[in-house]
Each structure stands twice: as structure tokens, then as C-alpha cells.
């Protein structure tokens, strides 16, 4: 019974080990000229909030774009932070909007599913509100 038990946590111990090593090991590589394969990029955390002159921005940017919901959300004031969630849920509602505006397009004229504008007001509102993950 504890042979059983020191193999049991021995291979608990390895694996973890291995994990660790492979999450410092993929952090230790650069990727200042690293070749990025196509569809992906290098993800950061998102902040916990964000401030709502950016949302509000973001918001502009989407409904400019043809965003219906965000067109009709509503405009963030009195506040000094929202939380992150406030942003995300912004941007996939517009993002699956987009996608379901775009779905007749000719993959060529089409990226992430979505007309290759929608996709740059999609980013471009991501990155005004710092977020990289919605």
C-alpha cells in the first residue's frame, strides 16, 4: 500500500515537474522574430477592469464599424473603472454579429470569418481597451 501511494505521488511530482518545465521553457522563447503561424498570436492576460473612456471608444469604433449591439449599448459614465467583462462581452457580441453579417463573403475577402474590415474594428477596439482575449 505505500509503494502505491510514493509511485502514485512520485508520478504526480514528475508530471508536475514536466509542466513546469515546459511552461518556462515556452515563456523562454523569444518571439521578438519568432515566425508566427497563421490565425495565432502571442496572448496576454487581460486587465481585471478598464476604464470606461476606452470602453466608450471601443464602443464607437464597433458601431461604426455596423455593429448593431453596440450601437445599442449603452454609454459608460460616472464610473472610474468597469470590469473587463463589460469590454469582452462588447466584443464577441460584435464579433459574432460580424461573422453572421459576413458569412456570404468569399473566404478570400474573409478573415477570422469576418470581412477583413469588421476584423480591424474588432482589434483595433481590443486594443484601445487592452483587451487580448474575449
Do not use: C
Request: hydrophobic letters at 45%.
Amino acid at each position: 500500500m505505500k509503494l502505491l501511494v510514493r509511485t502514485g505521488l512520485t508520478v504526480a511530482a514528475a508530471v508536475t515537474v514536466a509542466a513546469v518545465a515546459s511552461a518556462s521553457a515556452s515563456a523562454a522563447v523569444g518571439t521578438e522574430n519568432a515566425h508566427v503561424a497563421a490565425g495565432t498570436h502571442t496572448v496576454a492576460a487581460n486587465p481585471k477592469t478598464i476604464k470606461p473612456a476606452a470602453y466608450n471608444q471601443a464602443r464607437s469604433i464597433l458601431a461604426n464599424a455596423g455593429s448593431q449591439t453596440a450601437a445599442k449599448s449603452h454609454i459608460i459614465h460616472g464610473k472610474d473603472e468597469v470590469p473587463v467583462g463589460y469590454g469582452t462581452s462588447l466584443l464577441a457580441a460584435a464579433r459574432d454579429e460580424f461573422r453572421q453579417t459576413d458569412a456570404g463573403l468569399p473566404a478570400k475577402d474573409k478573415r477570422a470569418d469576418m470581412s477583413i474590415p469588421h476584423y480591424n474594428a474588432i482589434h483595433s477596439a481590443a486594443n484601445t481597451m487592452g483587451i487580448d482575449r474575449w
